[in-house]
């Protein structure tokens, strides 16, 4: 049999257990072309730039009178 706990864990020391479960808000920088947020070490979804290189080919997008 494996071990068990003797007793109950208290909603407090349960907290401080879970403390680092939390949900962590993504670290968002400005892109240097575009000026727009995007996440670090990540291609900008907007213009397709990476450390000043095109890395995604981007479309036009559509004009929405058409």
């Known amino acids: 049999m494996g071990a068990l706990p003797k007793k109950r864990q208290t909603n407090s ?3 401080f ?6 949900i ?3 670290q968002l920088k400005i892109c240097p072309q575009c000026k727009q947020a995007r996440l670090s070490h990540h291609a ?3 213009c ?6 095109q890395v995604i080919p ?4 559509r004009a929405a009178t058409e």
């Open 17 to 22: 257990r879970r403390q680092h479960h939390k």
């Open 44 to 46: 900008c979804p907007n």
């Open 58 to 61: 981007i479309r036009e997008r």
């Open 13 to 15: 020391r349960q907290g």
């Open 24 to 26: 962590k808000i993504p």
């Open 48 to 53: 397709g730039t990476y450390r000043g290189r």
